[in-house]
């Protein structure tokens, strides 16, 4: 073994390295160093490209990511996941030159894979994003199918049939689906989205057909009509405050023992045997 090879393995350890512990500058010179002892095409020489693209998108550089890319395809027009890595790239950025090279370059890895679901649905929300439902939907029935397991894709087909007001079809989707993903969250995230979309549209169209709601009036404070009546008792003790079974016409009157009645006699002589 050579010195030059003992430094290029030592070089893609300590680049692999330094990508797993997220620290993208330092990684970034150990793979460009790299690039420079590979020649173009080889296995080394596209290994460190696909690094330096992963980092330069990792570090928010897409024009320099981009550059990488293309020059892979260049030595494989063929491979889809160039493609498709490109067309992801292009989808970050809003614009609409941006958008329709994203969709060139997803439709052409979907051409290349047609059995990748993760193509279909990076296709599918590309479509959705640019105002095409239709293909949006057939693209992400595509993925789910080829991988039913997969509860991303279920939850880009579910939200955009919600989109689309297909109520019905979004609940027989989460109903399908429902043996694959009994035990995971988002499933049930899932069924609670379509739960409260179902029932959001069950008070729009109750809203629509039901008239105007009727107002009514505060009912009038009941005052105690005895000015002797203490209103810090309890409607049990205080006779001017009517019971619940009773109008306010039917307040029992109070009971005023004169000096002359007989349980007043009876009362005071308690009094003072105490």
């Not at 173009?40 to 981009?66: K, M, V």
């Not at 689906?177 to 995971?184: E, I, K, P, V």
Request: proline fraction near 7%; aromatic fraction near 8%; charge should be positive.
């Amino acid at each position: 073994m050579t010195q030059r090879t003992r430094l290029v393995r030592w070089l893609v350890v300590r680049g692999r390295r330094l990508v797993q512990a997220r620290q993208w500058h330092a990684a970034l010179r150990c793979w460009e160093q790299l690039l420079r002892f590979g020649e173009p095409g080889s296995p080394l020489w596209r290994q460190a490209q696909c690094y330096l693209a992963r980092i330069a998108e990792r570090l928010g550089d897409f024009a320099r990511a981009r550059s990488h890319l293309r020059q892979l395809l260049r030595c494989q027009p063929h491979e889809a996941r160039w493609y498709y890595w490109l067309g992801r790239l292009y989808r970050r950025q809003q614009s609409a030159a941006h958008q329709r090279a994203a969709l060139r370059h997803l439709r052409r890895a979907v051409f290349l894979a047609p059995q990748q679901a993760s193509y279909w649905s990076a296709l599918g929300r590309c479509l959705a994003d640019v105002g095409r439902p239709r293909g949006a939907l057939r693209c992400l029935y595509r993925a789910w199918h080829l991988q039913p397991c997969s509860s991303r894709n279920l939850l880009w087909l579910v939200e955009l049939l919600l989109a689309c007001d297909r109520f019905d079809e979004a609940q027989r989707v989460v109903a399908q689906a429902r043996f694959l993903h009994r035990g995971d969250v988002s499933w049930q995230l899932v069924c609670e989205r379509v739960g409260f979309a179902l029932l959001q549209r069950q008070q729009q169209t109750r809203a629509r057909g039901s008239p105007a709601p009727i107002l009514l009036p505060f009912p009038p404070a009941v005052r105690a009509t005895h000015p002797d009546a203490d209103s810090r008792t309890s409607p049990a003790i205080n006779p001017t405050v009517p019971k619940p079974g009773l109008g306010q016409d039917d307040t029992p009157p109070i009971i005023r023992m004169e000096p002359g009645h007989p349980m007043s006699r009876h009362r005071l002589r308690l009094h003072r045997r105490w």
